[in-house]
């Protein structure tokens, strides 16, 4: 009977450890000696090369994090419409890609305070005789997949052939291919964009105005509380408009 109760005991105690260590393995964790920031390369003023080094206003703001942390930053490039997906399911610590705060993705993760605003606009070329959104109706807009641009024309205007990229520059090449309309997207990378084409132009009507955040996984409040920290610290000392000017001239 005795050996029967120890055998129980030791098969419970098996199965506890066996639990607890998938509670570690699976979770991601804050002290580990490198943090992860996921993004999407090819956003300027945000995160973009400069030779093979990634720069830009989210990576200082990264830079800040990692130093408070006492920990080595590592920069994941990966497709926009996967960076949800990839803080959700704890494979990185942080999202920092110019990210919209929307009510889907809060549900998917937990968002750091705002940091920054952006006006989603649209681009087309010069001769074009799309003059403000509602001349979109009927017409080959393009978008990055996952975007909010992505989400509000696809889900709120119905007539609008909706055209999704996985890289911004693509959308870019159409345009002037004349293979699509127009290009909605965020204002500071597409001013960069019609800056080096003469071709193209931003209409003065913004498609909508968003707000970015930088994600993490639900519940990890421990991170979120230093990544408050240090953007509250960056806007109160001006360091993100610094930043925002500084990258905007590269």
Do not use: C, W
């Amino acid at each position: 009977m005795k050996n029967k109760k120890s055998i129980v005991i030791i098969l419970s105690l098996i199965i506890l450890m066996g639990v607890l260590m998938g509670v570690v393995f699976n979770k991601k964790e804050i002290n580990a000696e490198k943090l992860v920031m996921v993004t999407e390369v090819g956003f300027a003023p945000y995160e973009f090369y400069k030779g093979n080094e990634v720069v830009g206003v989210d990576v200082e703001v990264a830079k800040k994090i990692a130093e408070k942390l006492g920990k080595e930053l590592e920069i994941k490039d990966t497709d926009f419409d996967s960076i949800i997906n990839e803080v959700k399911t704890g494979k990185v610590d942080f999202a920092a890609a110019g990210l919209s705060i929307t009510e889907e993705r809060k549900e998917e993760v937990d968002f750091s305070i705002e940091y920054a605003i952006s006006k989603q606009v649209i681009m087309v070329k010069k001769d074009s005789s799309i003059l403000s959104v509602d001349d979109l109706n009927g017409k080959k807009v393009a978008v990055q997949l996952g975007t909010i641009a992505d989400l509000v024309l696809s889900e709120e205007y119905p007539e609008v052939e909706v055209v999704q990229h996985k890289k911004f520059l693509v959308a870019v090449e159409d345009l002037l291919a004349n293979k699509v309309d127009a290009i909605v997207f965020d204002l500071l990378p597409a001013q960069e964009v019609v800056n080096k084409n003469n071709e193209l132009k931003i209409l003065e009507e913004e498609l909508l105005t968003d707000k970015y955040g930088i994600a993490v996984q639900k519940g990890n409040t421990e991170l979120l509380e230093v990544i408050n920290q240090v953007l509250k610290e960056m806007m109160d000392n001006g360091k993100i408009e610094e930043y925002t000017i500084k990258y905007l001239g590269e």
